[in-house]
């Protein structure tokens, strides 16, 4: 081979169904990496649209699902959950026998509830979620590194053909993700306490301290600790994907709740009573909690562009 050979791409054309934040990042690092003869975004916007050529995440733009699929041998949808079906039947007629199907979305058992009956016989369809994100949302929100040294979950159901799942871990791999695979059941469980409670509680306290007197609410956001900030950050994602996120994983969720409910009310109990060495047993089992989770190296997704991130 001459020294001008390039390295073909690992698919000739990917469609991206969404663009927001896990759509243009996926762009970027594709871009970065020689991932991806052509990009097209699809985006219903044309703010939106003209956003993403003026980035160069993709070489073309549209909105209509079925115009971005056409050729491509790659589909990711990058929308929230509650509209796949729609991009299902959308797509579903532009697919052709091994072009493969997959997504960023959090909630396994929704997605392929939702998206799998409309792929047809010789595609393939392997589900995906890149446990990575920020607050931030939109085409600008994205930047090439966001999957480095994070977790990628494949739940490709029963039957999955061996070489398309193959093809969706060398993606997220080469755009740096650790790349696992699980049942989606099991998934929906795990994300549950991990990712979803996290946030429903993070809107609670947010709402709570935001329905406050209008005397205080001045100094709430004056005078605001690391944590609760660390509140507000979470409680700024996207309202309409985790509007979806709690109503498709809805079963999940509120079993986690009623857990913190309860834990909850042993703390409140501790309290009352005094009873500082439930709190201090409790408090010294969540530290070793975080520890674990530096352990892990999964402390934090750092966008570049943040004041005080790691260059």
Known sequence: MSAQAKTEPLFKKVALIGVGLIGSSLALAMRRHGLAGRIVGCTRSAESRAKVLELGLADEATQDPAAAAEGADLVVVCTPIGTYEDIGRAIAPKLRPGDIVTDVGSV????????????PDGAHFVPGHPIAGTEHSGPEAGFATLFENRWCILTPPPG?????????????????????????????????????????????????????????????????????????RIAASDPIMWRDVFLNNREAVLEMLQRF????????????WGEGDVLEDMFRRTRAARQRVLEEHQAGTFDPREPGAPK
Do not use: N
């Open 261 to 272: 409910s309860e834990d909850l009310t042993a703390l409140q109990r501790a309290i009352r």
């Open 108 to 119: 396994k058992q929704a997605v392929i509830r939702d998206l799998g009956p409309f792929i």
């Open 160 to 232: 999955t053909d061996a070489g398309a799942v193959e093809k969706v871990t060398a993606l997220w791999q080469a755009c740096g993700a650790m790349v696992t695979a699980m049942e989606a059941r099991h998934h929906d469980q795990v994300l549950a306490i991990t990712s979803h409670l996290p946030h429903l509680i993070a809107y609670t306290i947010v709402s709570t301290a935001d329905d406050v007197e209008s005397s205080l609410q001045s100094e709430v956001a004056r005078f605001s600790a690391g944590g609760f900030r660390d509140f507000t």
